[in-house]
């Protein structure tokens, strides 16, 4: 199963883009990078995810390098209720579990 | 969108006792759950997968006799922690995921276990 690792921590200001990385240098080919984000003490809360091409919706957009080894989740307007931990996981081929690390501790500023 | 309802919230039980969690898929059908367990500013491991109609499997270390899971229903699961003592404090997470990928996997809103 393909590793992530990102950041453990990010600052940004109210407003502006929040651009949260990831690395995913051994994913395989039939693997989706998933975005999730949990605000404290609730469970997490799907985001996104992708498999090859740019995806955006309501919340956000990822952004998958062409040879998929990282990605980047846009929050495209940042506000305070977007302060959470960011995970970004990738699926486990044929096994449909998902395996958590440490995530993005992002806090949004005003 | 795909949800799941877990309950309680919050539960406080004594040592020695059992406590039962559920975990709802509530306009879904979902053959197979998870469960997860989070410690205070820890990431979420994954305990078990429970599957409807079999038993379920355990992740390494994880007991099967402590934690007993069952998943009788397509939108059932329970975990029941038997036996609770206070190293078993912790917050407790389902999730399932409804049929296609434009979802991911939807999360219950967790269980936070104080055993006293």
């Known amino acids: 199963d393909a590793k992530t690792t990102q950041p453990p921590s990010m600052d940004c200001a109210e407003g502006r883009a929040a651009n949260l990385p990831c690395n995913h240098s051994?994913?395989?080919?039939?693997?989706?990078v998933y975005w999730y984000r949990q605000i404290h003490s609730q469970g997490p809360q799907y985001i996104i995810h992708g498999l090859k091409n740019n995806e955006t919706n309501e919340m956000a957009s990822l952004i998958i390098t062409e040879d998929r080894k990282s990605s980047t989740l846009i929050l495209p307007h940042a506000t305070l209720r977007d302060t959470a931990v960011y995970y970004c996981i990738v699926e486990l081929a044929g096994s449909y579990q998902l395996t958590f690390g440490k995530g993005t501790k992002l806090s949004v500023i005003p | 969108g795909a949800v799941v309802s877990q309950h309680p919230s919050r539960v406080i039980c004594k040592s020695g006792t059992s406590v039962k969690i559920e975990c709802r898929s509530l306009d879904f059908q979902a053959t197979t759950m998870f469960w997860y367990r989070q410690f205070p500013k820890q990431s979420l491991m994954l305990m078990a997968t429970?599957?409807?109609?079999?038993?379920?499997?355990?992740e390494q270390g994880v007991e099967k006799d402590k934690f007993l899971i069952n998943h009788a229903s397509l939108t059932l699961s329970t975990l029941t922690v038997t036996s609770a003592h206070p190293e078993d404090s912790s917050f407790y997470i389902c999730?399932?995921?409804?049929?296609?990928?434009?979802?991911?996997?939807?999360f219950g809103s967790g269980t936070r276990l104080t055993v006293v």
């Open positions: 051994t994913i395989s080919g039939n693997e989706y």
């Open positions: 999730s399932a995921r409804a049929t296609g990928t434009e979802y991911g996997y939807t």
């Open positions: 429970s599957n409807e109609g079999s038993k379920a499997t355990y």
